[in-house]
């Protein structure tokens, strides 16, 4: 599929949002939008298969209505946290290979504690516009006691 194309799919995602977004009488609310990937040793087919690519791709529809600046943060988590280079509607198109798979090894552990602490620690004196975060995993963290729960 070309780059155009997808790129056609990710607004009318947006569009679809956006009128969600307005029957939940959010319209005008604007975001930092994070997205928090689990790179656990059970999520690798989940990488490999496209899942992940795609999620990104809708996670950008949605946040194109709501986010800031038109970046959306990203983070990996599992034994420790990584922070990744923002993905935007510019280079979307394979992120997955070219951003996390190029780099990352999708082996870890799953601890929720240092992808919390980095987000605090980078939010923390944030002020103005709000902050979404929006964590994908597929199971529960090996961390509960450090990570609160």
Not at 15 to 37: C, D, P, Y
Not at 94 to 108: C, M, S
Request: proline share 4%; net charge positive; glycine share 8%.
């Amino acid at each position: 599929m070309s780059i155009e194309l997808k790129k056609k799919e990710i607004i009318a995602l947006s569009q679809k949002a956006s009128f969600a977004i307005g029957i939940n009488r959010l319209t005008g609310i604007k975001a930092q939008v994070m997205l928090v990937l689990d790179i656990s040793k059970s999520m690798n087919k989940l990488y490999r298969s496209g899942v992940v690519q795609t999620v990104i791709e809708r996670i950008l529809g949605l946040a194109l209505n709501f986010d800031d600046d038109g970046n959306i943060d990203m983070m990996l988590f599992g034994t420790n946290a990584y922070a990744l280079p923002p993905v935007t509607i510019n280079d979307f198109e394979g992120y997955v290979e070219r951003v996390i798979l190029a780099n990352h090894k999708v082996i870890e552990a799953t601890n929720y504690a240092p992808p919390l602490n980095r987000i605090l620690e980078k939010y923390r004196t944030h002020t103005g516009t709000p902050v979404f975060v929006i964590f994908l995993t597929d199971g529960g963290n090996l961390d509960k006691k450090p990570a609160g729960g």
